[in-house]
T-cell receptor, first 115, second 117 residues
Framework: AQSVTQPDIHITVSEGASLELRCNYSYGATPYLFWYVQSPGQGLQLLLKYFSGDTLVQGIKGFEAEFKRSQSSFNLRKPSVHWSDAAEYFCAVGTVSNRDDKIIFGKGTRLHILP | GAVVSQHPSRVICKSGTSVKIECRSLDFQATTMFWYRQFPKKSLMLMATSNEGSKATYEQGVEKDKFLINHASLTLSTLTVTSAHPEDSSFYIC?????????????FGSGTRLTVV
């Protein structure tokens, strides 16, 4: 069965500092991986996704993530965070190749930005 | 890109009444839609998968008689919370599966905050 682990419940970084949010997954085949961001009281916005090909994926808002099969990881990074990046971030893993697909979310990491 | 519209964004209802939440794919046809529930400070829990023209597939532990899902067209899925109780208060989010180039993706609605008083 699929599962996703985000080991950090809260992360606090200073504005302008670099960021890395961790995500580990468990899945028997090649996974399809996603990062979503959620602002308070809002729905989810897709930051980036990995299906195949280049393991370093570029997303919106200056985010990137790297798929490392050997470590079963898909960590999200940003070189310099902005105060507007404060939000909840969800990593997700899924199968998207047939009608029986679904995606499973990690528990999320709350990002706090210090001025 | 794909857009999913979810309404209402907020709803307050009395205990014992039913509430319907709509999820529409605006510029694409969604054969599959998903309904999630998010508890405060918790992750999203998949409640059910809704396939157009067929019965929804519910996740273990989700009461299908309480959470009625209808996917009558390729652009609309509805979730009806029947005989709502305060413990049903939550944030509900729908998602539609869309074809993004060669690959399927998921687009989420903006969510519905349900408060049962």
């Amino acid at each position: 069965a699929q599962s996703v682990t985000q080991p950090d419940i809260h992360i606090t970084v200073s504005e302008g500092a670099s960021l890395e949010l961790r995500c580990n997954y468990s899945y028997g085949a090649t996974p399809y991986l996603f990062w979503y961001v959620q602002s308070p009281g809002q729905g989810l916005q897709l930051l980036l996704k990995y299906f195949s090909g280049d393991t370093l994926v570029q997303g919106i808002k200056g985010f990137e993530a790297e798929f490392k099969r050997s470590q079963s990881s898909f960590n999200l990074r940003k070189p310099s965070v902005h105060w507007s990046d404060a939000a909840e971030y969800f990593c997700a893993v899924g199968t998207v190749s047939n009608r029986d697909d679904k995606i499973i979310f990690g528990k999320g990491t709350r990002l706090h930005i210090l001025p | 890109g794909a857009v999913v519209s979810q309404h209402p964004s907020r709803v307050i209802c009395k205990s014992g009444t039913s509430v319907k939440i709509e999820c529409r794919s605006l510029d694409f046809q969604a054969t599959t839609m998903f309904w999630y529930r998010q508890f405060p400070k918790k992750s999203l829990m998949l409640m059910a998968t809704s396939n157009e023209g067929s019965k929804a597939t519910y996740e273990q532990g989700v009461e299908k008689d309480k959470f009625l899902i209808n996917h009558a067209s390729l652009t609309l899925s509805t979730l009806t919370v029947t005989s709502a109780h305060p413990e049903d208060s939550s944030f509900y989010i729908c998602s539609a599966r869309d074809l993004d180039g060669l690959y399927w993706g998921y687009t989420f609605g903006s969510g519905t905050r349900l408060t049962v008083v």
